[in-house]
């Protein structure tokens, strides 16, 4: 008899996405993309950007580090540092998948400008463009960082690690 509904041959189909960004500090938002591209992907490689042309408030060291604390919890999620293209990343790791989050329709605009140019540098990476769930909204990592100097609370949007961090970062910009 014919099984009508046969597992796909597909079924252990390994993709592995790449999401890339700053994350000058890693804040809820940014969260909540890897924990759901995490769910969906096999493995997920975060790929935290260091450019000598930017100027960052936490190193590269700082923000790989607060990263890795925060994705401990999920089995399939790395935490990589990368000084050149992404798509030269994607290559070298043979990732097909980039993933991009995006709040509004001007994060829109330029996530779709930049997936064009990226596309024209490697047309093997796709990048697929994750809409942010509603209550990371309004959540910017410069946004947050202001507040957090005009003495706002953070605390719900960033994890408590972030927000020690910044708390530190603050201490040390007030006494230089
Ligand atoms: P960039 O790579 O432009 O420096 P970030 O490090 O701030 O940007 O963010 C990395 C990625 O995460 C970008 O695709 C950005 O649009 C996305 N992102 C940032 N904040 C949020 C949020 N609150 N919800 C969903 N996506 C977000």
Redesign the pocket.
Known sequence: MIDLCPRSRYYEAMIRAL??????PP?N??I??VRRAAGIFDAVSIVI?VNPHKHYTFSAEERYGMMQELVTDMDNVDVHLWDRLIVEFADREDAKVMI????ALD?FEY?FELSMLNKGLNPRVETIL?P?DPQ??V???SAIKELARLGGDISTMVPPPVVTAIERKLKQEARA
């Not at 999401?19 to 000058?24: A, L, Q």
């Not at 991009?100 to 709040?103: E, F, K, S």
Request: aromatic share 16%; hydrophobic share 30%; charged share 25%.
């Open positions: 999401f890339p960004g700053s994350f000058d804040t938002g940014h909540n993309i950007a991009r989050g995006v709040r994060d996530e994750m942010t990371y909204f959540l910017r990592s």
